[in-house]
């Protein structure tokens, strides 16, 4: 079991997902994004096989390694984690968010991030229930509740995954571990605040960041509603 913290002590970052950006300047978006407020990134690996889509391998996460020091928040939407965390882990990643979903025991996922000495999410699908996580929940750093179906970015925020997020929330508070609780999926200022609002901590934005005008306003905005939201959070 990971060490209790008190479940007054939450830390709500955004993480702009890099499959909004622009790849042909990749760089750029993220010294962008770093100089206006983001406090880790998100990059979503896709393998073809669990999602229909291809995308970042261990090779791009060492290159966005090298132009920032923010945390690296690795999303594993493939079937095979266990095959890939250790070359994601050397590459830079700080945090490894593997599916529920996938064919590899949950378990041995966990343990296998731990022993890289890295840390490590267990993510649902929306049609995944919390019970999935129950038995992972007091040695995992972070639980993701996805908001939309994984595989493909601009979709819209799927409003019935809220009391999954309350329900994850309640669940890590009264383990005392102190994991976060993450959102990702449409997620922009209106849909941050309700999120935040149902205790979420982590919040990936895509679209809302790159998807138009100045970057760090859009964070500046998305900040506002999420300490917003967080003002009136669900007890």
Request: charged residues 20%; aromatic residues 6%.
């Amino acid at each position: 079991m990971r060490p209790s913290v008190p479940s007054a002590i939450r830390v709500r970052r955004l993480a702009p997902s890099l499959l909004s950006a622009d790849f042909a300047a990749l760089g750029d978006s993220v010294r962008t994004a770093e100089a206006g407020g983001a406090d880790a990134f998100h990059l979503d690996v896709m393998d073809g096989h669990f999602v229909p889509n291809i995308s970042f391998g261990p090779a791009l996460v060492a290159a966005v390694r090298a132009r920032t020091r923010l945390p690296l928040d690795i999303h594993l939407m493939i079937e095979n984690p266990l095959q890939y965390v250790e070359a994601f882990h050397a590459a830079g990643g700080d945090t490894l968010v593997f599916h529920l979903e996938a064919r590899d025991d949950p378990a041995e996922v966990v343990r296998t991030v731990h022993r890289l000495g890295g840390r490590v999410g267990a993510a649902l699908r929306p049609e995944t229930p919390l019970s999935a996580v129950e038995s992972l929940a007091d040695r995992v750093d972070q639980v993701l509740v996805m908001s939309v179906h994984p595989g493909f970015s601009g979709q819209s925020f799927l409003p019935e995954v809220l009391p999954k997020v309350h329900a994850a929330r309640a669940l890590v508070d009264r383990l005392g571990t102190g994991a976060d609780i993450s959102i990702d999926g449409g997620i922009g200022p209106e849909t941050a605040r309700e999120a935040a609002r149902a205790g979420a901590t982590f919040f990936v934005c895509g679209s809302s960041v790159f998807g138009g005008g100045e970057v760090g306003a859009n964070l500046r905005r998305i900040r506002a509603s999420v300490e917003e939201g967080a003002g009136g959070a669900v007890r």
